[in-house]
C-alpha cells in the first residue's frame, strides 16, 4: 500500500505561482512512477505531469513550458511547481502513483486557485 499526501494549493493571482507537494509512504518510492492530474469542477480528471522511475517526462499539452515535475526519492517526495498560472488552472490537483505491479494510488487532492 501506498499513502499519498498532497500539500501546497492555495489562492493565487493570474501569472502567479504555486509548489505542490505529494510525499509518499512506504519503501519502494524510487520503483514508482508518480503523476500529477487535476479535475475541475464539471469536468473528467485529466493528466497533467507525469515522471517515471528512471526520471523520464511527459507535461499536457496545456501546461507545457510553465509547470515543472520533479522528484526526490530520498524524501520520497514529488513536485509540481507551476507559474505563469491562469484561471483555467483551477481545479483539484492529485498526486497518482503507480507501483510496481501497477497498482494506482491516490492522495486526497488539493485546491488550486487561480483568480483576481
Known amino acids: 500500500q501506498v499513502q499519498l499526501v498532497e500539500s501546497g494549493g492555495g489562492l493565487v493571482q493570474p501569472g502567479g505561482s504555486l509548489r505542490l507537494s505529494c510525499a509518499a509512504s512506504?519503501?519502494?518510492?524510487?520503483?514508482?512512477?508518480m503523476n500529477w492530474y487535476r479535475q475541475a469542477p464539471g469536468k473528467q480528471r485529466e493528466l497533467v505531469a507525469g515522471?517515471?522511475?528512471?526520471?523520464?517526462?511527459n507535461y499536457a499539452d496545456s501546461v507545457k513550458g510553465r509547470f515543472t515535475i520533479s522528484r526526490d526519492d530520498a524524501k520520497n517526495t514529488v513536485y509540481l511547481q507551476m507559474n505563469s498560472l491562469k484561471p483555467e488552472d483551477t481545479a483539484v490537483y492529485y498526486c497518482?502513483?503507480?507501483?510496481?505491479?501497477?497498482?494506482?494510488?491516490w492522495g486526497q487532492g488539493t485546491q488550486v486557485t487561480v483568480s483576481s
Open positions: 497518482n502513483a503507480l507501483d510496481l505491479t501497477r497498482n494506482s494510488y
Open positions: 515522471i517515471t522511475q528512471f526520471g523520464s517526462i
Open positions: 512506504g519503501s519502494f518510492f524510487r520503483y514508482n512512477d
